[in-house]
């Protein structure tokens, strides 16, 4: 039997902004956004705006993300900043092995496992796990290997009760801030495999399994995307720092479900 999943957006705002930009931007949405919605809405603002933004969302229902955490327990790791302190601020969601912290910041796939580890320490912290491959893995023919490789590391080295807890981001690298967007019929056939994968381990957990696509994702390509039957949703980079476009692209989910 297949369970309808809530699809829902995640704005990740990189390393953009300013308490002003924030400020804007929080209310702009708000008024934007339909208010059905608002439950399946996340914002990921840099760490410094964070408690900033989860007061402008209020009641609102709209969650609240941060874009990277420690792998650590709190403790002497200067510049670090742990799941409990990121539970204690009221985030809801936690972006875990995006790309840029793969390449630019030699996230391992070690690395990211501890880091999903120590969110799930906190009840109430969900993390964004994201895969994909690179242009040269995907002409290579590698990509299943690739994105095989980032869940299998996750899928070992987290207990099934965890698994349960974690949403996937299939974001392909070359898609990221390119303008090129993976078309559905890729989409789609990435997340299958990634919902199959996560099968073998637990076919109740593949079925609730949220998997959001990323990237280049915006007002414009994402009725098609988020129409597929394997696609729960998105993570949106640039698009998201623009009030109307991000709250059109939330907006769909009332016309897919
Ligand atoms: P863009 O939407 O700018 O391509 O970024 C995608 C992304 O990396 C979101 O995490």
Redesign the pocket.
């Given at each position: 039997m297949t369970l309808k999943r809530r699809k829902k957006i995640v704005g990740?705002w990189?390393m953009n902004g300013s308490t002003v930009f924030a400020r804007t931007l929080v209310s702009d949405l708000l008024e934007q956004l339909s208010p059905a919605l608002t439950e399946q809405v996340c914002l990921c603002p840099p760490m410094p705006y964070l408690p900033m933004v989860a007061e402008a969302l209020g009641q609102s229902g709209v969650s609240l993300g941060a874009q990277n955490v420690s792998s650590y327990n709190d403790g002497a790791y200067t510049g670090e900043v742990s799941a409990t302190m990121l539970a204690d601020i009221g985030c809801d969601h936690v972006?875990v092995g995006?790309?840029?912290r793969r390449t630019l910041f030699a996230e391992t796939d070690a690395i990211v496992v501890s880091k999903v580890a120590k969110a799930l320490e906190q009840p109430g912290l969900t993390p964004i796990l994201?895969v994909g491959e690179t242009r040269e893995e995907r002409e290579a023919g590698q990509w299943q290997a690739v994105i095989s490789r980032q869940m299998q590391a996750v899928l070992e080295g987290i207990d099934r009760a965890g698994v349960a807890r974690i949403i996937v981001?299939y974001?392909p690298v070359w898609?990221?801030?390119?303008g090129l967007t993976a078309t559905a019929e890729q989409a789609q056939e990435v997340h299958a495999l990634i919902r199959q994968q996560v099968a073998a381990l637990d076919s109740a957990i593949a079925d609730s399994l949220l998997i959001l696509y990323?990237?280049?994702?915006n007002d414009q390509n994402a009725k098609e995307l988020l129409s597929q039957p394997d696609i729960d949703g998105g993570?949106?980079?640039?698009?998201a720092l623009v009030a109307e476009k991000f709250a059109r692209v939330c907006n769909t989910l009332a016309e897919v479900g």
């Open positions: 990740n990189k972006i995006h790309s840029e994201c981001a974001e898609a990221i801030g390119t990323g990237g280049s994702l993570l949106v980079g640039g698009a």
